[in-house]
């Protein structure tokens, strides 16, 4: 191949501090309490609603009550400034434990000016359509 490079290496492509996650599925407020996730790793995206200690809570697209979000590693905490309480968006990758506390293992800030509407929008094209996101 033409301009291909021994070692597979782009140094173009964006480096990440992130780890790689397996494969996880995505839910909204109504999958994270309902229970059928309890005990499984799954991705919550939503606007960061309060920040405390080692705790954050964060509003989900979907309604209902907040995901409460807890960390373990200092440095997943660091992520939510509290600078972005009712402006930040962020996805947490981790496991939801059985009093519907999301245990962090990893964070990804999503930014101030991100559309929870449309983030609804494709988890519900998603769940109609598993085939498609898989």
Same mark, same amino acid.
């Not at 597979?8 to 996880?24: L, Q, Y």
């Not at 409460?68 to 939801?96: C, M, P, Q, Y």
């Given at each position: ?54 705790? =954050?809570? +964060?509003?989900? $697209? !979907? ?9 373990? %590693? &200092?440095? /997943?905490? #660091?992520?939510?400034? =509290?600078? +972005?309480?009712? $402006? !930040? ?9 059985? %009093? &519907?506390? /999301?245990? #962090?293992?990893?964070?990804?800030? +999503? ?24």
């Amino acid at each position: 191949v033409v301009g291909a490079r021994r070692g597979g290496s782009n140094p173009t492509a964006p480096r990440s501090n992130h780890t790689t996650m397996p494969p996880t599925p995505r839910v909204d407020a109504t999958d994270y309490h309902s229970g059928q996730h309890s005990g499984r790793m799954v991705r919550v995206t939503g606007k960061l609603l309060s920040v405390e200690g080692d705790r =954050a809570q +964060l509003e989900m $697209s !979907g309604g209902g009550a907040p995901a409460a979000v807890v960390f373990n %590693d &200092a440095s /997943l905490a #660091a992520e939510f400034d =509290a600078s +972005l309480v009712g $402006s !930040g968006h962020f996805e947490v990758i981790g496991t939801l434990q059985g %009093d &519907a506390t /999301l245990q #962090a293992a990893q964070v990804v800030n +999503l930014g101030t000016n991100f559309d929870m509407g449309m983030y609804g929008e494709m988890l519900s094209v998603s769940k109609r359509f598993p085939h498609m996101f898989a």
